[in-house]
């Protein structure tokens, strides 16, 4: 099934598929339907039985409403569930910024796409990072919205209370075109005094963060002059652990339907092992139900203090493809379980890649977001 580019799943001629519009050239994560164009989440199981979208998703008719061109449909990790960006179906999108390690996931054909140039920005989604980690690893910029904000209907689910629909795009201005085209009226809030909080967060064995990761994230901030006040925040690992049994859970509900006999071969490994194992025990339910309450809650105290968060993206470099390990996600997920928007940026990283940025803001403050991330984007290009 994979083709010549393993960025592409099908690109859109001139057309109604893509449309004849003014706005911005737009690639689509094959998560979203199209109006006449097979939505095949990166999987074969679904490739082989579905049939061309009746109608556009919802973001996509707010896209076409603002006169955005569709280029076509991007490849990403089978069914959304992973966060490397390695396909066996399609083929993994090579990353332009750091050749030879994966581009990170889900979105990776959204996030190289736009990492390439041959697109204005992406749409992605973001379950559990999936749009930050590929715009970290590509070195590109990533938004992921607050939850409910940009309506899912149309979209391939994977966890429907932690699915989100975002852009990714080469700049932070890039962002704010996409978000002004995915709901009009869209535009960056006024530069205040908002207090920032540079979160310290242990993720222990399982992912230790680099100090070159967190060093380019402590220049980044000095650098723009917004200035940070260090926060520990202990509860973030306890976060991580139950937005992954709930993500499981919702998983196994979703897309446990591909593992009946003749569809489970056109799953692939890793993600068919994955949901083999999603089901979870209610007292485990019930306990991470229970952390998502109580790390609502926290955040709520600490955005009570502060405008934003800010921490590293990715506590790591991305790996090469043929050594896959735990956590590229640690430092993206939990925000997930709480609901909440993040944008990162890249920042430079001593004798490195560029590396991801991440700011976090309470429910809602995508427009506050944007401004700070600017803010820090000018100084680090100067």
Known sequence: MSGSDPTW???????????????SLVA?????DVAGSVTTAGCRAVAVSAEAASADAACIASLRQAGARLA??????????????????????ANPADPGRVPGGSSSGSAVAVALGEVDWALGTDTGGSVRIPAACCGIVGLKTTHGRISTEGVWP????????GPLAPDVAGVVTAMAELEGGFEPAPLEGWPLARLRVDLGERAAIDPVIDAAVDDALKASGLGAEDVALGEWP????????????????????????GRID??????????????????????????????ARRLEVLFSHFGALVLPTLPMRPFPADEVRDGLGGLCSPVNLAGLPAITIPVPATGRPPTG???IGPA????RLVTLAAVIEAAVSR
């Open 158 to 165: 994977l966890a429907p209370s932690f699915d989100t629909v």
């Open 238 to 261: 306890e976060a991580w652990a139950a937005q992954q049994v709930l993500l499981a859970e919702e998983a196994h509900r979703v897309d446990g339907f591909l593992l009946e006999q």
């Open 364 to 367: 809602g403050s995508e427009e």
């Open 28 to 32: 689509v994560k094959d998560l979203i």
């Open 357 to 359: 940025l991440q700011l």
């Open 72 to 93: 076509g449909k991007v490849n990403l990790h089978e069914l959304a569930y992973g966060v490397t960006g390695v396909n066996p179906w399609y083929g993994m999108p």
């Open 266 to 295: 056109g799953v692939g490994e890793p993600v068919r092992s994955r949901l083999v194992q999603a089901k979870q025990q209610p007292a485990a339910l019930e306990r991470a139900a229970a952390v998502r309450a109580s790390f």
């Open 9 to 23: 799943i099908e690109r859109f001629g001139a057309g109604p598929l893509r449309g004849e519009g003014a706005g």
